[in-house]
């Protein structure tokens, strides 16, 4: 994802300047139109519809030469053309992101400007907005993950003022609202000084109106119904505040389209951090993938096999996994894995020679910790306490709590045991406490953690501080909250995760 000062100077970049959309609203050449099902049903055909609507689904199951048979010369109308070639090229590029490849993405964006460029020449309607909207925002995924971030940016800009003039025109029409509630939750998830800036011109949007946006657009919308659905199962994915819940979303997808490898891989990963390893590998054991892109799959076997133990199986999938994908994309992860795997089977120097490649820095947050992890390693073996620690979580990763907190208990009980083990151990034996509900512990094991003498860059620092916050919060400590809220503003230092810790505290329930 973009880091949120990419963000914003892109946003800010895009204000310069009034656009086609603005010349349109002023040369009153627009015009309203009926809600979302009735006006697909007044501009597109029976046959288009029913043609879309199969492409979609093969899309899901990315059988991509399926979704060209099925497209192939389809649509009378400009209306009809726009929405076959949005579909057509939704396939492509949900291909060029799984695939991580470089090479095609020129042609795809080539193929992005003459469909913008077609709508752009007529009147716009409600359908035609959301239309260019749709294509800007398929320019703005090609673009991030170019790393183009500044034109990302100004592909996101004509997205929102395109999506905003749909709802302007049509109230009733709620295609939009998918497109919305994504930029208006990538808005709101910026540190509160850069929202503010962005506000003077005129460029607002909260969490809470993406997940509104996300959950009309769910229930209501005709053609984006689903991609709404798994946009707020994303938001619980990853720690923040939704009304739905991930595994919940995905289980009931998984049993909706058991072809799609897509599906598959997402409710593979929402299951591997719900700690549910076993049922994961399970899930991705099973998933068909005919294209032969989504090597995804593989990697995410890779790391569910490590957390269940099976250290020679999955460094054999990162190993299959850096060599048919294309892209950087999780490399750096699998390579650390990897080489953990390699140093307990004690192979040093195979070991090595994986800590060795994880020197890429694409500026992630996941890379810049895995980065610094090699480097330790990189300069000693692997310690007796570090193997312990190792397999301590792998337990704690598999939903295993009892075995994993005998393991943090006996090394925090050595009185050898190095100060960066003992605290990392404090912040298992946290975990463990805190998912099995007992606050208490969990917060005095969070400050003990905080107590060791060791590396205040460690990822267990910024997290150990937003789940004491947290649990003081649930527990009505308001005070003490923010006084752990201060400690961790004071960090000068960019420890691990800063930006995930921070904007996981700024939504949580503050009074």
Known sequence: MTRPVSILLLLLLCTAGADAVRAQAASGTEAASSGSVVLAKGLIGADVRERV??????????????????????????????????????????????????????????????LYEQLDQVPGTAWRHWLMGEISLQRTWARSKQGHTVRAALAARRALEHLERARMLDPDFTEPLKGLGLLHMGIGALPDRFRRVLGWFGITGTLEEGVSELLEARETSLWNGLEASVLLATIDKFGFPSPVHATEVYEQLWHTYPESPLIALSYADVLI?????????????????????VHYLTWYRGEALFHLG??????????????????????????LLAGQCAELAGRREEAVSWYARIVDERGFAEEQAAMRKAARLMAHPMTEEEKRLLQAWGAFNSGRDDIALNRFEALRGRPDTPGEIRAEAAYGLAR??????????????????????????????????????SLHLQTGDITAARRVLEELEGMEAAYDFRSSVENRIRFLPWP
């Open 432 to 469: 463990v406490f805190h998912e099995k509900g007992d606050a208490a512990r969990a917060m005095e094991a969070y400050q003990a953690t905080l107590d060791e003498p060791a590396d205040p860059l460690a990822k267990w620092h910024g997290f150990a501080r937003m789940h004491l916050i």
């Open 53 to 114: 609507e199969r492409a979609r689904e093969q899309i899901l199951a990315m059988d991509l030469d399926g979704v060209s048979k099925t497209l192939t010369a389809v649509g009378t109308t400009t209306d009809e053309r726009a929405l076959v070639g949005w579909t057509r090229e939704l396939a492509h590029l949900l291909d060029l992101l799984v695939a991580d490849e470089s090479s095609d993405y020129e042609a795809f964006l080539d193929r992005n400007d003459a």
């Open 273 to 293: 951090r719900n700690r549910q390893p076993a049922q994961a590998l399970f899930i991705l054991n099973a998933a068909k993938d005919p294209s032969a892109r």
């Open 310 to 335: 099976r250290c020679d199986e999955a460094e054999t999938a990162f190993a299959t996994y850096e060599r048919i994908h294309a892209g950087a994309s999780l490399k750096l992860s699998g390579r």
